[in-house]
């Protein structure tokens, strides 16, 4: 739902507690402060095990009940934006049937529900200062009819105390805060009001009231806490600043909190706002137990956005940037005492008393206890609940300065929104291999009882930024590489050498082999090789060796590849202009084809066919005056009608080539002919392909239904009455397998197929897009092309698509060590058995996603270990074998899995695993079965790894904590949701895109980036913040950027002054802007300099480029970009991020019970 919010006035995310100040925290998910050395953590995601993170204490939030960002994550939103006085739409009370508090338990509405510790606060980290935090006084009542909880409290903070001086002391200084589920604190006494409630659970999906948001205490050893959200109870006070802390922990608040350092959780501050920043004046309270949470709607997705620029909060926000968040405050605020910055998972701005709460709910006291008539219900927080733009935010001001360093095995990598340099020391960069978590479990039943996916994300040819080395090109002569006996693993940093360097143990199975004579070394006193860092495959996790005969196919080396552009001539693409567009720019792109290092022109040889019913193949050799056209209308029995002369290189028959691009556009001027075929044009690409002998890409361009008469003819099926019915899995099937066939034998060839569509009805892209998706292929859709609109965004594509690195008859093998296997496969790839993914092409954009399972057991000492081996013909025709290694950690106790996940890595399994599932099952089942799984994994957290507290709170792990956001995100999709105007054939296409997208592309692409363009800075070339993705957040005095990988919104508000239009669409007012325009004008002035950089920087990012839209305000296209304000309600049906977040958890509350 969407209310307008004010930004509020409170103070900052958190300010930092003086016992942290100074203290960095570690980034989200456990980042190595800087200032410690990396190795002691594990992995980034969070403290090794044996290392505890402070805690925060769970009380902490007074009023929220969220934990803070240290712990799990409570809910707790950023706050910034909220208004102070919104309560949020009143939703119905909670239906669970727990009773609800007691009359009386209605919270003040002027109360907060946010932690003291923003939502990251500090308390992911260990205390940077070394006073030891102060609070207000604990008996103080927080709100006036509390009991006063003081103790439970303070003690939670008394456990911060001085910073540790060392890592080690860190621990132990966690260790005493009831960080570790070790620890579960005492159930609150029933009458005081900060326990949860356990007897009232929060209404469907609402978190219940329960007394605090506090977060389950993380097990000692475990990272950062979960985050919790509660209800909304108020927490204990927290004692005034500048008093000591008592150590003891409040009863009530220590059920519901870790004091982990990464929870979450937001209660209310009951501090004094920090100084500088005038406290809101009446925030909403939490919710109280029985009501539900009603919030901005659920869908911000947080997953796929793009990485949002640096600001973390949306909307202004009162303090100082949270990426500030982790060291000291910033100084514009001085640390409260008792505030907490906030941190990543924080959840909103620690806030202070509200004027008009009294201490704590009057009626606290009862939750938990009997039942009494329900308060009115009220609307969760959207800022008291984890926001994406904080958590991006976070890791950024905490990750994003350092070097990630690949030397530690089972470090989780900073965020994909997070810019950050790699340092390649053993273990491949995150740029190519992504995990769902660094520290998998060592059993298959503790697999199974987390249901955490084991997966990892593969880019095998990624584009690396400048700063960082390519892989290094071993060659080892005609002998070829150093592997395994026994597994075939190939030489890498993890194997062993035994026998003063004459043998060596594989790291994958444990056979012992002989070294070659040539490649024997001697072994240093530590036992490694004297030549250990002269030699890639020892010292890198990433590297290249150059394959020898062996490894070609009928072992002979290959030729270098050929690019066929084969281009659709009916009377569509002739009267839109396509054919013309298409033929001039091929004449100046043939002058930019993939080379190789510093070869002066490419090895590329290229081919030209046209087509509408029948097939027109051109002669363009060199000798030639005049290209020649040669026709074969026998479509039914394909063949390519020339070889020499068909393939040529483009220099030395560039004057014929340019004579056959001006004539095409003239002979087919006139043509009539509207029908077209499909399937013989590829394979005529194939025939000519095979006659050449090599391996080679078809650029298809292509406008309708291939309805004449042909193999592969198709009919018109599109029926939008099948959707949500069973039925509905058959518009994304092939309607014939002549595809399937068509594409084995292309992937045999090595033929990748490239297709660009322009559509302007339906035309099947799910069985056009086979040959396209299984042989490794992209594919382009230009619906209702036109020139105008549409030329720029195409001509970019092709571009990037002829000039990009490829590789060509790929074969990828990913092998493990013993105890885990890769059991199955997403992406563009075909499979002709169980282990090899074979796809003709391959491209530096494309990804693997491979999903291990248990075989056996693991141990915690060796580890896991995966090594992904790719064998491609590069576009100079040389066969190469590039090899990526990563080593993870293994773990007995779930914390430690659930302190090392990485959600945006999750979401994108869980996407592609969910988009190949509606191949076979109905919409529906799909979609139950997504979010029966993660609530499994929230429940199974909550169980075995979260305090004990009450059902009422919903506590998540701090690095899953934007678990829900994300995976609602992913089922309001349009292929899982769609709305009345998504066609089938766009479903079919984001079904395709999505199967082979990268983490980073996900994560945008489901959870969009959206920035304030009229707060951007035009003096500096950063982003503006980018503040969270729903319609309260916009104002109408403002213009907005939303870009979620495919397109660019600009919205433009009704309110924003003249001169702002003037000075980026230059025209004068408001309703002259038009909507037609496809890029914005070039204008001499700063503001319109500042947003096409913005454009430009944002279209360099992506693999494609984006389509500009501009967007007025409540003008039609208006609907179309509220689709992807995601953390609304869609209008498809899709829940508002608030709802699902309740959602989940009632789910989560009947797992438990």
Same mark, same amino acid.
């Given at each position: 739902m969407s209310v307008n919010q004010q930004a509020h006035t409170g103070p900052p995310y958190g300010q930092p507690q003086p016992g942290y100040q100074g203290y960095q925290q570690p980034a989200y998910g456990g980042q190595p402060l800087p200032g410690v050395p990396q190795s002691q953590y594990g992995a980034y995601n969070g403290p090794m095990p044996g290392y505890q993170q402070p805690v925060p204490p769970q009380g902490y939030f007074p009023s929220l009940g969220f934990p803070s960002k240290g712990s799990p994550v409570s809910l707790n939103s950023d706050t910034s934006s909220l208004a102070p006085n919104f309560i949020g739409s009143l939703r119905a009370p909670p239906t669970s049937g727990a009773p609800p508090p007691a009359s009386g338990a209605s919270l003040p509405?002027?109360?907060?529900?946010?932690?003291?510790?923003?939502?990251?606060?500090?308390?992911?980290?260990?205390?940077?200062?070394?006073?030891?935090?102060?609070?207000?006084?604990?008996?103080?009542?927080?709100?006036?009819?509390?009991?006063?909880?003081?103790?439970?409290?303070t003690s939670t903070f008394q456990q911060y105390g001085p910073t540790p001086a060392s890592v080690q002391q860190l621990s132990n200084h966690m260790a005493g805060m009831t960080?570790?589920?070790?620890?579960?604190?005492?159930?609150?006494?029933?009458?005081?009001?900060?326990?949860?409630?356990?007897?009232?659970?929060?209404?469907?999906?609402?978190?219940?009231?329960?007394?605090?948001?506090?977060?389950?205490?993380?097990?000692?050893?475990?990272?950062?806490?979960?985050?919790?959200?509660?209800?909304?109870?108020?927490?204990?006070?927290?004692?005034?600043?500048?008093?000591?802390?008592?150590?003891?922990?409040?009863?009530?608040?220590?059920?519901?909190?870790? *004091?982990? $350092?990464? #929870? /979450?959780?937001? +209660? !209310?501050?009951?501090? @004094? =706002?920090?100084? %500088?920043?005038?406290?809101? &004046?009446?925030?909403?309270?939490?919710?109280?137990?029985?009501?539900?949470?009603?919030?901005?709607?659920?869908?911000?997705?947080?997953?796929?956005?793009? *990485?949002? $620029?640096? #600001? /973390?909060?949306? +909307? !202004?926000?009162?303090? @100082? =940037?949270?990426? %500030?968040?982790?060291?000291? &405050?910033?100084?514009?605020?001085?640390?409260?005492?008792?505030?907490?910055?906030?941190?990543?998972?924080?959840?909103?701005?620690?806030?202070?008393?509200? *004027?008009?709460?009294?201490?704590?709910?009057? +009626?606290?006291?009862?939750?938990?206890?009997q039942p009494g008539p329900p308060p009115p219900p009220k609307r969760l927080d959207p800022d008291s609940i984890p926001s994406p733009i904080q958590v991006i935010e976070d890791d950024r001001s905490n990750r994003g300065s350092e070097p990630f360093v690949t030397g530690v095995r089972g470090q989780v990598p900073p965020l994909v929104t997070t810019n950050f340099l790699v340092k390649d020391q053993g273990n491949a960069s995150p740029r190519y291999i992504r995990c769902t978590s660094y520290n998998i479990p060592c059993t298959s039943d503790m697999a199974k009882q987390s249901q955490v996916p084991l997966a990892a994300v593969i880019k095998p040819l990624a584009t690396l930024p400048l700063e960082e080395t390519l892989p290094y090109l071993v060659d080892h002569g005609e002998s070829g590489p150093v592997r395994c006996n026994r597994c075939k693993a190939y030489m890498c940093p993890f194997m062993q050498f035994i026998e003063g360097g004459r043998r060596f143990q594989c790291c994958f199975c444990s056979c012992v082999t002989e070294v070659p004579p040539h490649y024997f070394q001697h072994l240093d006193h530590t036992g490694k090789r004297v030549d250990f860092y002269d030699r890639p495959e020892l010292s890198l996790g990433s590297y290249e060796f150059l394959a020898t005969v062996d490894y070609c196919k009928n072992n002979k080396f290959p030729s270098p590849p050929a690019f066929i552009f084969m281009i659709d001539v009916s009377y569509n693409a002739v009267k839109s202009g396509l054919v013309r567009l298409i033929c001039e720019e091929l004449k100046s792109l043939l002058d930019y084809l993939p080379r190789e290092g510093n070869m002066k022109e490419s090895a590329i040889r290229v081919g030209f066919v046209t087509y509408n019913k029948v097939l027109h193949f051109y002669n363009v050799k060199s000798s030639?005056?005049?290209?020649?056209?040669?026709?074969?209308?026998?479509?039914?029995?394909m063949f390519v009608p020339l070889l020499d002369g068909f393939l040529v290189n483009v220099n030395e028959s560039r004057t014929v080539i340019a004579s056959l691009l001006d004539q095409i556009p003239e002979m087919f001027a006139d043509t009539r002919e509207t029908e077209t075929v499909f399937a013989p044009v590829i394979q005529a690409g194939l025939e000519a392909l095979k006659a050449a002998e090599c391996a080679g890409k078809l650029f298809i361009f292509h406008t309708s239904l291939p309805i004449a008469e042909a193999p592969g003819k198709l009919k018109n099926r599109d029926d939008k009455k099948l959707i949500n019915t069973d039925k509905e899995k058959t518009l994304f099937q092939p309607q014939t397998s002549f595809y399937n066939n068509l594409a084995k034998d292309c992937v045999a060839q090595g033929c990748c197929v490239d297709l660009f569509l322009f559509p302007n009805q339906y035309l099947d892209v799910a069985t056009l897009g086979v040959v396209t998706y299984q042989t490794g292929g992209s594919i382009y859709k230009y619906a209702y092309f036109q020139l105008e609109t549409d030329q720029e965004r195409f001509l970019n594509d092709l571009r990037r698509d002829v000039q990009k690195e490829v590789g060509f008859d790929a074969v990828m093998r990913v092998r493990t060590s013993t105890g885990i296997r890769a059991t199955d496969f997403f992406g563009a790839f075909y499979m002709s058995n169980t282990t090899d993914v074979e796809m003709a092409g391959l491209d530096c954009n494309k990804t693997i996603t491979v999903e291990f399972?248990?075989?056996d057991k693991l141990s915690e000492d060796s580890g896991a270990l995966l090594q992904c081996a790719l064998l491609y013909t590069s576009c100079a025709g040389q066969r190469r074998l590039r090899i990526h290694n990563l080593s993870l950690n293994c773990c007995t106790q779930l914390a430690d899995l659930y302190r090392n996940c990485e959600t945006d890595t999750l979401i994108n399994y869980l996407a592609k695993y969910a988009y190949r599932g509606v191949l076979s099952s109905p919409v529906k089942t799909v979609r139950d079965a997504l979010i029966n799984q993660c609530a499994q994994i929230l429940a199974c957290y909550r169980k075995n790894?979260?305090?004990?507290?009450?059902?009422?709170?919903?506590?998540?792990?701090?690095?899953?904590?934007?678990?829900?956001?994300?995976?609602?995100?992913?089922?309001?999709?349009?292929?899982?949701?769609?709305?009345?105007?998504?066609?089938?054939?766009?479903?079919?296409?984001?079904?395709?895109?999505?199967?082979?997208?990268?983490?980073?592309?996900?994560?945008?692409?489901?959870?969009?980036?959206?920035l304030p363009l009229t707060k951007a800075d035009v003096d500096s070339d950063s982003l503006p913040a980018a503040i969270r993705n729903s319609e309260e957040r916009l104002s109408k005095g403002d213009i907005y950027l939303l870009e979620n990988g495919l397109?660019?919104?600009?919205?433009?508000?009704?309110?924003?002054?003249?001169?702002?239009?003037?000075?980026?669409?230059?025209?004068?007012?408001?309703?002259?802007?038009?909507?037609?325009?496809?890029?914005l004008p070039v204008l001499e002035n700063p503001f319109s300099k500042k947003v096409r950089s913005i454009v430009d920087m944002l279209q360099v990012q992506r693999s494609r480029y984006m389509k500009l839209i501009i967007v007025k305000q409540e003008d039609k296209l208006e609907m179309l970009f509220k689709h992807f304000l995601v953390e609304d309600k869609s209008l498809s049906g899709g829940a508002s991020y608030v709802d699902f977040l309740c959602h989940m958890h009632k789910e989560i509350r009947q797992l438990l019970s």
């Open positions: 509405s002027g109360h907060l529900t946010y932690s003291q510790f923003g939502h990251g606060d500090v308390q992911n980290g260990i205390p940077a200062s070394a006073a030891p935090m102060q609070r207000p006084p604990a008996s103080q009542p927080f709100l006036p009819g509390s009991a006063p909880t003081p103790v439970s409290q960080i570790g589920s070790t620890t579960a604190p005492a159930p609150p006494p029933a009458g005081l009001g900060y326990g949860p409630p356990t007897s009232v659970p929060p209404v469907s999906g609402s978190f219940s009231a329960t007394g605090s948001g506090l977060y389950t205490p993380y097990t000692a050893s475990q990272g950062p806490s979960p985050t919790s959200v509660s209800q909304g109870l108020p927490l204990a006070q927290p004692p005034f600043p500048g008093q000591p802390v008592s150590t003891q922990r409040l009863p009530t608040q220590v059920p519901g909190f870790a *004091p982990s $350092p990464s #929870s /979450t959780g937001i +209660g !209310p501050s009951s501090y @004094p =706002p920090s100084t %500088g920043a005038s406290r809101p &004046p009446t925030m909403p309270g939490p919710p109280l137990p029985g009501q539900t949470v009603a919030g901005p709607s659920m869908s911000q997705p947080n997953h796929v956005s793009s *990485p949002p $620029p640096p #600001s /973390t909060m949306s +909307g !202004p926000h009162p303090g @100082p =940037p949270m990426s %500030g968040l982790h060291g000291p &405050p910033p100084p514009t605020h001085p640390p409260q005492p008792g505030y907490q910055m906030q941190q990543n998972g924080s959840f909103g701005q620690v806030r202070g008393p509200q *004027p008009n709460y009294g201490g704590a709910y009057p +009626g606290t006291p009862n939750y938990g206890s030639l005056a005049q290209p020649q056209m040669m026709v074969v209308s026998d479509v039914a029995d399972k248990h075989d790894c979260a305090s004990p507290s009450s059902a009422g709170q919903l506590i998540l792990p701090e690095c899953m904590k934007l678990l829900p956001v994300y995976l609602n995100c992913v089922l309001k999709s349009d292929v899982l949701q769609p709305g009345p105007e998504v066609t089938t054939d766009d479903r079919a296409y984001i079904r395709q895109l999505v199967t082979s997208m990268d983490v980073a592309e996900t994560n945008v692409f489901f959870y969009p980036r959206l397109n660019i919104f600009v919205w433009v508000g009704v309110n924003v002054q003249q001169g702002l239009i003037q000075n980026l669409f230059g025209v004068s007012s408001f309703s002259q802007i038009s909507n037609a325009l496809s890029t």
